[in-house]
T-cell receptor, first 114, second 113 residues
Framework: DADVTQTPRNRITKTGKRIMLECSQTKGHDRMYWYRQDPGLGLRLIYYSFDVKDINKGEISDGYSVSRQAQAKFSLSLESAIPNQTALYFC?????????????FGPGTRLLVL | AQSVAQPEDQVNVAEGNPLTVKCTYSVSGNPYLFWYVQYPNRGLQFLLKYITGDNLVKGSYGFEAEFNKSQTSFHLKKPSALVSDSALYFCAVRDIGDYKLSFGAGTTVTVRA
């Protein structure tokens, strides 16, 4: 969905390095999410934010941190990358005024930690 | 607690044949149910959703899904598959009143010409 963009699209880094993945959205949604996708495991929630001042841990937040710089921007950081953080990372947004809150996803960032 | 099961890792069909991708769910209350599709090197695209009302939901690209409360299922269907339907399909569930969306492990669909 072009309304949700992620940068970079691909990243190779080394163990111990700090990296940041960025997400921007033009949908005007208050809620934003970070997921990681691993083969055979589906998507797992890392962090979510209901607004700029409301940030919460998801099911697998260890080793990650986030920053909600504005309504439209939500960044995910790996403070010290490790190989098992190699995965496909997705950002998503949703509109809390929509009762069923469909989530809309960005194109993903493929991360390889060596 | 809520969860989703997609019992088939892979589904293979011939072009023109019906396509079914299975999904069962577990929630404590009433569910919102979703199907997403992921094409190679692309993000997840929303296909369709069940909220309330008609048990048969129609979505994008000719897909539909049938909600069955007694069997706690939400199978995705397409009457006549295309080679371009080859992709990874995810079922997801959210309990009404909860923020969290739980995904199945995904089913890879291959449609052969």
């Amino acid at each position: 969905d072009a309304d949700v963009t992620q940068t970079p699209r691909n990243r190779i880094t080394k163990t111990g390095k700090r990296i940041m993945l960025e997400c921007s959205q033009t949908k005007g949604h208050d809620r934003m999410y970070w997921y990681r996708q691993d083969p055979g495991l589906g998507l797992r929630l890392i962090y979510y934010s209901f607004d700029v001042k409301d940030i919460n841990k998801g099911e697998i937040s260890d080793g990650y941190s986030v920053s909600r710089q504005a309504q439209a921007k939500f960044s995910l950081s790996l403070e010290s990358a490790i190989p098992n953080q190699t995965a496909l990372y997705f950002c998503a947004t949703s509109d809390f005024t929509e009762s069923q809150e469909t989530q809309y996803f960005g194109p993903g960032t493929r991360l390889l930690v060596l | 607690a809520q969860s989703v099961a997609q019992p088939e890792d892979q589904v293979n069909v011939a072009e023109g044949n019906p396509l079914t991708v299975k999904c069962t769910y577990s929630v404590s209350g009433n569910p919102y149910l979703f199907w997403y599709v992921q094409y190679p090197n692309r993000g997840l695209q929303f296909l369709l959703k069940y909220i309330t009302g008609d048990n048969l939901v129609k979505g994008s690209y000719g897909f539909e899904a049938e909600f069955n409360k007694s069997q706690t299922s939400f199978h995705l269907k397409k009457p006549s598959a295309l080679v371009s339907d080859s992709a990874l399909y995810f079922c997801a569930v959210r309990d009404i009143g909860d923020y969290k969306l739980s995904f199945g492990a995904g089913t890879t669909v291959t449609v052969r010409a």
